[in-house]
């Protein structure tokens, strides 16, 4: 008996992603873009830079975010705008609902490609994209040695990368992308804007230093991700105070080291880029956050 068209396809597409998966060229590029380097570029030091703080301090002005403290905690107000994205495969889970929540825009992944039309898609929309959140389970630490330089897709290695040379060749074909040349030509045509002052955070484990500086350069957003294990900071209900912190401060984000040899240089990276009055970057500045986020 034939196969419905619906089933054929699923059916061929299914032994192509086999045969890419029991290729020796696939182990190959599984190998070379895994990496024992993890966090290589990360500051050793933690310390916070007044630089990099202006220009947060100057997209809350630009967007009239407002903070306030309360029981020793710092909230926002006005922060709702911006595109946040989700993989598909983690769009239920309530840490990320959470850090997503009251945000203008919120939309699902599944590869590279996609994750590059909901950039366009918002730009077409709004004109340029103020802030950026993307959430994700990153790279299970279990089975890979390191960071793979950028975010996994719904299908594992078909998401978005740093580079080619980051990108295993058999999943292009499955909708990979890279950073320098797909979202570069993306910024570079006009379908994808950032805003002048704009700012971008990665929620998922074991992202490289080397995607954020991609990603802070393409789009001149000041990059914020954690080269080790994401997680909410509060996730204790034991007791009212502890569930209170937890339902409450879901914008606060613990970032610590996986199971690398290196422990300890691992945490929040921010990279700002400087700009001249004509818009132009003209230099970055890096730092090692430590263990704590706390998210717009």
């Known amino acids: 008996m034939a196969l419905p068209l619906i089933s054929l396809t699923k059916f061929i597409t299914l032994t192509i992603m086999i045969s890419v998966l029991n290729s020796p060229a696939y182990a190959n590029s599984r190998a070379a ?36 403290e309360h029981l020793g905690l710092t909230f926002y107000r006005g922060n709702s705008q911006g595109l946040a994205i989700v993989k598909t495969t983690n769009r239920t889970e309530m840490a990320f609902v959470n850090i997503m929540k009251g945000t203008e825009e919120i939309k699902t992944w599944t590869n590279g490609q996609s994750f590059i039309n909901r950039l366009a898609e918002y ?22 040695i390191g960071e793979i330089h950028g975010l996994s897709g719904a299908k594992g290695y078909n998401g978005i990368f740093s580079r080619d040379e980051n990108r295993p060749t058999g999943f292009k074909r499955f909708g990979s992308r890279t950073l320098d040349e797909h979202l570069r030509e993306a910024v570079e045509d006009g379908s994808v804007k950032f805003c002048d002052t704009c700012l971008a955070q990665f ?53 610590t080291p996986a199971i690398w040899a290196e422990r300890g240089k691992s945490g929040w990276y921010r990279v700002t880029p400087l700009k001249d009055h ?19």
């Open 123 to 144: 730009t077409d929309k709004y004109g340029c994209i103020p802030k950026f959140t993307s959430v994700s389970h990153g790279w299970r630490t279990e089975e890979d």
């Open 203 to 255: 929620y998922a484990c074991n992202v490289s230093v080397e995607f954020a500086d991609y990603f802070a350069e393409i789009s001149g957003c000041q990059t914020v991700l954690t080269t080790g294990q994401a997680s909410p900071y509060f996730q204790d209900m034991d007791t009212p105070e502890n569930r209170r912190l937890t339902l409450s401060a879901f914008h606060y984000w613990l970032g």
């Open 33 to 68: 873009i895994a990496t024992k380097t993890h966090g290589e570029g990360l500051p050793r030091t933690i310390s916070v830079d007044s630089r990099a703080e202006k220009f947060r301090q100057q997209f809350k002005n630009e967007q009239g975010i407002t903070s306030y």
């Open 278 to 296: 004509r818009g132009d970057i003209t230099k970055f500045v890096r730092e090692n956050l430590g263990p704590l986020y706390i998210a717009l």
